[in-house]
C-alpha cells in the first residue's frame, strides 16, 4: 500500500498490526487477535475522518495515487472482445492515449482512454498520460470510426494535461486538441464520458466533450493543476492548496455549477483501496448513462451536447 502523506499516521497504526500478525505466523503460540483487531478498528476509525471531508488539494493528491486504476484496468476489467486499434495515420502511434472496439455487457462501443502506466516503464511509455497531436488525431480517427458504424463512444479521461514539449507544439498540439474537441461535438453517436482520476485541461476536454459525463468521487477536473495556476497567480508553486480552493475542480463542485452529471461513488479510503469495487461502479455509470441517451436520433444527439456545453455553468452563476 502507498501512502500519501496525509495518510501517514494511519500507515503506522494498519503496519503495526501486520507486523502483529507476521510474529504470530511466526510463533503459533502468541495470542494477540484483540491487539491486532483493536489495532484494525483503530484505523478503520481514522481512515473515516480522514475522507469524510477532503480538502480540494486532498483529492487532488488521491485522484494522482498511483494505486487508482487506470484506464487500461478498466478496460481489462468491464469489456470483452477488447481490439486495440494504433496510430494516427499521419505520425506515429502515442501510447498515451488507448483505444479500440470492444463490448460492454454486449453492447458494441468504441472505448478510448489516457493512460498513465504503473511503474517506471510503463509510465515513461505511456509518458504519464500525457498525449501528444498524434494522441488527440488518433481519437479523432477512432470517433470518425464510431460514427460511421453507429457505435457508442466512451471515453476515460486520466490525464495531468496536453503534453507541452516541444515537439509536441511543432505538430500542433493546440490545433490537435481543438479538433478533437470540435470532433466531440460533432459525432452522432452516443458519447459518454468518466473523469477516473485526473481531467487536466484541454488535455481533458478534447475526450469529454460528451452527452453525459461522470466524475468519480474523488477525481478532479480542471482548466490548469493547482501547482500551475499557483505558479501563475502567486508566482509561487507552494500556493496550490489555496489555487486548489479558487479552482473548483472537486467533483462535488463541478456538480453543482452543472459541469458533470453524475458523481461515482468511491469505496472508503478511495478508488485504491477498493479497486474492484469501484471498476463495477463505473461499469454500472456506463450502463446507465448510455441507457438515458440510446435510441436518440443523431442530430437530437448532436444538438443536446452543444446545447449543454453553451449553457454550462449558467446553472451554478444562477445559484
Not at 43 to 56: H, I, N, T, V
Not at 75 to 96: K, M, V, W
Not at 215 to 243: F, N, Q, T
Request: aromatic share 4%; net charge negative; hydrophobic share 40%.
Amino acid at each position: 500500500m502507498n501512502y500519501l502523506d496525509f495518510e501517514k499516521p494511519l500507515a503506522e497504526i494498519e503496519g503495526k498490526a501486520e507486523e502483529l500478525r507476521a510474529m504470530a505466523r511466526q510463533n503459533s503460540e502468541l495470542d494477540i487477535a484483540k491487539e491486532a483487531e483493536a489495532l484494525d478498528q483503530k484505523a478503520a476509525g481514522m481512515l473515516r475522518d480522514l475522507y469524510k471531508d477532503l480538502s480540494p488539494w486532498r483529492k487532488c493528491l488521491v485522484a494522482r495515487h498511483p494505486d487508482r486504476p487506470h484506464c487500461k484496468d478498466y478496460i481489462d476489467a468491464l469489456f470483452s472482445e477488447y481490439t486495440p486499434l494504433a496510430g494516427d495515420r499521419n505520425f506515429a502511434d502515442d501510447h498515451a492515449v488507448m483505444g479500440g472496439l470492444a463490448r460492454l455487457e454486449d453492447r458494441p462501443v468504441m472505448v478510448i482512454g489516457q493512460e498513465k502506466g504503473h511503474d517506471t516503464k510503463s509510465r515513461i511509455e505511456r509518458n504519464f498520460g500525457m498525449a501528444r497531436p498524434e494522441g488527440y488525431r488518433k481519437a479523432i480517427r477512432l470517433m470518425e470510426m464510431a460514427h460511421r458504424f453507429g457505435l457508442p463512444v466512451i471515453t476515460l479521461v486520466d490525464t495531468p494535461g496536453a503534453y507541452p514539449g516541444k515537439g509536441a507544439e511543432e505538430r500542433g498540439q493546440s490545433e490537435a486538441i481543438a479538433r478533437a474537441t470540435q470532433k466531440c461535438l460533432e459525432i452522432g453517436v452516443p458519447l459518454v464520458s468518466v473523469i477516473i482520476g485526473e481531467g487536466g485541461s484541454g488535455g481533458a476536454v478534447a475526450l469529454a466533450t460528451a452527452n453525459r459525463v461522470a466524475m468519480l468521487e474523488h477525481s478532479v477536473y480542471s482548466v490548469i493543476s493547482p501547482e500551475g495556476c499557483a505558479s501563475i497567480l502567486w508566482k509561487d508553486a507552494e500556493k496550490m492548496r489555496e489555487a486548489a480552493e479558487a479552482l473548483r475542480l472537486t467533483a462535488q463542485d463541478l456538480r453543482k455549477l452543472g459541469v458533470i452529471d453524475r458523481i461515482i461513488d468511491e469505496p472508503l479510503g478511495g478508488a485504491q483501496r477498493g479497486r474492484e469495487e469501484t471498476m463495477a461502479a463505473v461499469g454500472a455509470a456506463l450502463e446507465a448513462m448510455l441507457g438515458e441517451i440510446e435510441g436518440k436520433a443523431p442530430d437530437k444527439l448532436v444538438s443536446d451536447r452543444q446545447r449543454k456545453f453553451l449553457e454550462m455553468g449558467k446553472k451554478g452563476l444562477a445559484a
